[in-house]
């Protein structure tokens, strides 16, 4: 399994710098795997064009401008559009980390009674991140969920028990589509959010693979659930 095969579904709105930094992560990494954004900005800054422009010389990248798009709708836009078999959703503050992602996609080709899969995921101050004399406020975003059962109503019970969230797994293309769709048009985001977990908890097992995965940002300027 490689990175080609794989894409990361990015929705904005009005954050070209989270845009620029992730692309400039990816860019150090030099994954080969896609990213997908769909910017729901009314007019891009000529600063995102421009990196954009310079960033797709040495990664895939395709950029959608669909401006009035909700992340809801934002974020099954991206999905209904992607290439590759392999995707996984993140905030356009997140990071996702390559090999992590290729491990659980490398899982899921293998075992294709398992819905999703993911690795550790931490949440991380943003300050740190460039600013190495500050404290380290790291602490795990999941533990170690994995859901096996083969009956949909235990797997639902011991979800509700341990909630994390499976849309920021690796997904198969296919699936994730399907399992999107009624969320697509809900009007509310929280909602849209918990509705694709259960869903997709719903439709099959879960697996964790201990390998680094997901990195969180806390900052000033995050996106709250609540958010419409």
Not at 32 to 61: A, G, H, W
Request: charged residues 25%.
């Amino acid at each position: 399994m490689n990175g080609r095969n794989i894409s990361i579904l990015i929705p904005s709105i009005d954050r070209p710098n989270q845009i620029i930094k992730q692309l400039s992560f990816y860019n150090s990494l030099q994954t080969d795997i896609s990213i997908n954004i769909c910017d729901s900005t009314k007019k891009p800054p000529s600063k995102l064009k421009k990196s954009i422009e310079f960033f797709s010389k040495t990664l895939s990248i395709n950029y959608f401008h669909e401006p009035g798009l909700n992340d809801r709708q934002a974020i099954y836009y991206l999905i209904d559009n992607c290439k590759t078999e392999f995707s996984s959703f993140i905030g356009d503050d997140d990071l996702f980390i390559p090999e992590g992602m290729i491990k659980s996609a490398d899982f899921l080709n293998k075992n294709p009674d398992y819905r999703v899969a993911y690795g550790n995921a931490i949440i991380v101050d943003e300050e740190f991140l460039h600013d190495r004399k500050k404290s380290t406020p790291i602490s795990p975003y999941w533990g170690k969920p994995f859901f096996s059962q083969k009956s949909c109503l235990e797997r639902l019970t011991a979800f509700s028990k341990n909630y994390f969230v499976p849309m920021f797994a690796i997904h198969r293309t296919k699936e994730f589509l399907e399992d999107y769709l009624p969320c697509k048009e809900i009007p509310s985001k929280e909602m849209g959010e918990f509705l694709i977990n259960y869903i997709t908890i719903a439709k099959g097992k879960a697996m964790y693979i201990p390998y680094p995965y997901l990195i969180r940002k806390v900052h000033p300027n995050r996106y709250l659930i609540t958010e419409n």
